[in-house]
């Protein structure tokens, strides 16, 4: 962190960043964990109860982009400290929901207030830190991510079984006042790249409820209003690109995507998450209910993988600083496609230790890859667009989470009926299992594709033109 310390200003803004991007995956993590606790006192079935975190990553898939763009005309800090209140504010209502129809509107709000951190966050970060030094601060940025994710599920899980599950959103309050008094009292500076710019209102009214029918269409596509959704979401997407091209000042500026590598970069970044982000909800069931072990083992086994990447990501963010990020990603990507391969053939029996291996490999796979490709995208648009581009990125990966989930789901519903797990299903379990991992893998291998595109391209920029 020597570069980082030369400035003062600049070590607040990190903290008020990387405290930000714990909190919001470890929100994610820690409702998951307490779904079932959720479920007995509110007497859910699964379907009800899988609105509790659909609403959240729904509210910040459709979200982000929008408070991006605001964030680049009004200030990125600005939008960042509105989405810390809401984040509170929202926090404290889900803590005291007396049913679960309040607690899927907290859920939402939380992922509203998210969507305002993720927007700004990675482009406060590339206003305030040069290229000499941006893949560094990327890189603790992503640690602080997989730290979120490396404790939600046990400081979750504690708090949950000790105290109820009411506290895990009691836990964020004193953590976003933190943050706030940070912003307040060290971080005095602003930064905005298209000051005096309208917003675009039009695009917004039309891109938000798209993304969200979309997504949601997506993880239904068994059932026919699933498929209708899909539809009706695809064609709101192609009026929004109709409009936004005709638009002076859109809500996703063509000039992002002007050159070919934030095009390769946000497209592999995309395959990447869609084949890895539901790897650990099937490693999860297989543990528990095939291998019969206890929540609290398969807690430590899940978090291995976000260990790994938390110690690895500043290593890659520096090395990426150095020298060209792109063989680094695709180095990454490597790693993650040979283990997503492996996992094809997980078994009923499969030892421990090939699953302890499968994560380190996936870790190191995953902390190789992000910070390097985020580097590789940002450095490649325009300054002043760094909040709109960061937006793109934070919805691309939310995008991608429910792509996954949405993979999981078609597999499962297609050969299972559903996600309930008997004993008389375990070996359909497994062979379900690995039909999901080899379309991970597809998936996966499609995104390496495109990483050796990006690194044949620069290094012979005249073979792809612009």
């Known amino acids: 962190m020597s570069i980082i310390l030369n400035k003062k200003s600049s070590l607040y803004v990190l903290i008020v960043v990387i405290l930000g991007a714990f909190l919001i995956p470890f929100m994610g993590a820690a409702l998951n964990v307490s779904l079932p606790s959720i479920g007995r006192e509110f007497a859910l079935d699964i379907v009800l109860l899988g609105w509790i975190p659909t609403s959240f990553i729904l509210a910040n898939a459709a979200f982000i982009l929008p408070f991006g763009r605001l964030g680049d ?275 009923l029996k499969t030892s421990l230790i090939f699953i302890i291996l499968l994560a380190i490999i996936l870790g190191i796979g995953n902390a190789l890859f992000s910070s390097p490709n985020t580097n590789i995208f940002l450095s490649s648009v325009d300054r002043k667009f760094y909040g709109s581009a960061s937006a793109v990125l934070s919805t691309v990966i939310f995008t991608g989470q429910l792509l996954s989930l949405g993979v999981l789901l078609l597999v499962f519903s297609g050969t299972i009926g559903g996600l309930k797990i008997v004993s008389s299903q375990f070996t359909q379990f497994i062979h379900s299992m690995a039909d999901t991992f080899i379309i991970f893998t597809i998936l996966s291998i499609a995104s390496t594709l495109l990483l050796v595109l990006l690194v044949i391209k620069k290094r012979n920029k005249k073979k792809i033109p612009e």
């Open 73 to 347: 005309i009004y200030g990125r800090k600005k939008i960042f400290t509105i989405g810390v209140i809401i984040f509170i504010v929202a926090s404290l209502g889900a803590s005291l929901s007396p049913s679960v129809i309040f607690l899927i509107m907290f859920s939402f709000l939380l992922g509203l207030g998210c969507s305002m951190i993720f927007g700004t966050g990675v482009a406060i970060l590339s206003s305030v830190f040069p290229l000499g030094s941006r893949g560094e601060s990327l890189g603790i940025y992503v640690t602080a991510v997989y730290i979120g994710l490396l404790s939600g599920p046990i400081l979750g899980g504690f708090l949950t079984q000790n105290i109820g599950w009411r506290s895990i959103f009691l836990f964020n309050i004193p953590i976003g006042l933190i943050i706030l008094s940070l912003i307040f009292l060290k971080v005095k500076e602003d930064w905005a790249g298209a000051y005096g710019e309208s917003f675009d209102l039009r695009g917004t009214l039309i891109y938000v409820p798209s993304i969200i029918i979309l997504l949601y269409g997506f993880t239904n596509a068994f059932q026919l209003y699933g498929q209708i959704l899909i539809i009706l979401g695809a064609l709101f997407i192609v009026l929004f690109v109709f409009l936004e091209l005709r638009t002076l000042y859109p809500l996703i500026n063509p000039r992002i995507f002007k050159k070919l590598v934030p095009g390769i970069s946000s497209s592999a970044t995309l395959l990447m998450i869609t084949s890895t982000s539901a790897v650990w909800t099937l490693i999860s069931l297989y543990l528990q209910y095939i291998q019969n072990l206890s929540p609290f083992i398969v807690g430590i086994i899940l978090a291995i993988q976000p260990l790994i990447v938390a110690i690895t990501s500043p290593f890659a963010g520096r090395l990426s600083d150095k020298i060209d990020g792109a063989p680094i990603a695709l180095i990454g990507i490597i790693f993650s496609t040979f283990g997503l391969f492996l996992a094809v053939f997980i078994g």
